[in-house]
């Protein structure tokens, strides 16, 4: 039971699965949505300047369909007039398709956002195998596009039904017209119902654009293995990252304990803590942390101090107040200058007294100046 659960597709998809697939040109897209923006674009751009275009239309007619007697003549003529002609009709012309590429850049991008990747016009010896071309002529997804063409003709059918009822009477009148304001309203009414019937492509698209979004969520759905897989190629083997990890903590471990026999002083907790000290007049600022650990380790840092002759002193509040403040390779905080330089001083007078040329220091005292913020 637990293996056919992860086989199911229960898991929301991951944003890597969702960046690959765009990647893949493999997106939540209507076709219906884009033609619906492309064909009401082309309507209001007609409603627009479809006058401009239509007069500078007549002029070129006019102009082309006239001759006199310098043109039968001038071997130009036809040249001149046809630059004429498209320096008039261009201007309305450009509008017109400025207005329909917007609309269709922002029909085809509005759902989906933009996205351009060369992956979908590669060549790919899949596309060549017949079974998977059949499997999606016969598939789910045929089907809905089948009921989809259906549902268009009979929206677009109706909607052209009622605007040709509504309108009958006006399209009859067109044919009684024979001057060119006529022609303006005639362009202007069908305009109007071109518009209307482009229209009738909204109710499409308001159905086909949620129904794509959902689709594509459901495929882009993963099963819990796939998740789990996933994780482990983009994030690494959880087993493999734990054992790097062991193996970064016992270099580091080996480094702090080469540095322990330069250090100064080893101040302890005494069991629990224990923090390694160093500090060079002129190189260092403060003194710096070298090494530090807790129980097992305290104990082996104790005794590596031990084993060089490095002093280790009792301080149990320094010792914690160190531990939990500065990090290793880390000068210590301005804060715990007094107190750590008390212990540092009282180092330097032992280690003179042991040479006999100096007297026995006092005992270091139990109370050191450390900040009520620093106590651990």
């Known amino acids: 039971m637990a293996a056919d659960t992860d086989m199911e597709k229960t898991e929301d998809p991951t944003s890597k699965k969702l960046e690959d697939a765009a ?9 219906e949505l884009g033609t619906a923006f492309v064909l009401m ?3 209001l751009g007609l409603l627009i300047f479809g006058s401009e275009l239509a007069n500078t239309t ?3 007619c006019r102009r082309l369909l006239s001759l006199d007697a310098k043109d039968m003549f001038e071997t130009n003529s036809m040249f001149t007039a ?9 201007p309305p012309l450009l509008k017109l398709f400025a207005v329909i590429v917007i609309a269709a850049f922002v029909g085809n991008t509005l759902l ?23 499997k999606r002529m016969f598939g789910l997804q045929s089907l809905v596009e089948l009921l989809k063409s259906i549902l268009k003709v009979a929206v677009v059918a109706g909607c052209a039904y009622m605007i040709l009822n509504i309108f009958f009477d006006d399209i009859m009148a067109l044919s009684l017209m024979n001057d060119f304001d006529d022609m303006s309203d005639a362009l202007y009414l069908l305009g109007w119902m071109f518009f209307a019937l482009c229209a009738s492509m909204i109710i499409i698209a308001v159905v086909d654009a949620p129904y794509q979004s959902w689709n594509h969520h459901k495929q882009m759905m993963m099963t819990k293995q796939e998740v789990k897989d996933e994780y482990k190629n983009s994030e690494g083997n959880p087993e493999i990252k734990g054992r790097i990890r062991r193996m970064q903590i016992q270099m580091s471990r080996r480094r702090m304990m080469q540095a322990v026999p330069t250090a100064d002083v080893v101040v302890t907790n005494p069991t629990h803590y224990s923090v390694a000290l160093k500090y060079e007049q ?14 097992e380790v305290a104990l082996y840092i104790r005794q590596i101090a031990d084993a060089n002759k490095v002093p280790i002193v009792q301080s149990p509040a320094l010792a914690r107040s160190i531990y939990f403040t500065t990090e290793i390779d880390h000068p210590i905080p301005d804060q715990l200058f007094a107190a750590v330089a008390q212990v540092l001083a009282y180092v330097f007078q032992l280690k003179v007294y042991k040479r006999g040329k ?11 100046p450390i900040p009520e913020g620093y106590r651990h």
């Open 23 to 31: 990647k893949k040109g493999n997106i939540a897209r209507s076709k």
């Open 41 to 43: 674009g082309s309507s």
């Open 58 to 60: 007549l002029q070129v």
């Open 82 to 90: 046809m630059g004429a002609a498209l320096s008039t009709v261009m």
């Open 112 to 134: 989906g956002g933009y996205n351009f990747t060369w992956y979908g016009a590669s060549f790919r010896p899949e596309k060549m195998n017949p079974m998977s071309g059949l």
């Open 282 to 295: 002129g190189k260092h600022r403060a003194p710096v942390v070298v090494a530090k650990g807790v129980d």
């Open 358 to 368: 100096g007297q026995k220091p006092r005992p270091l005292a139990k109370d050191l």
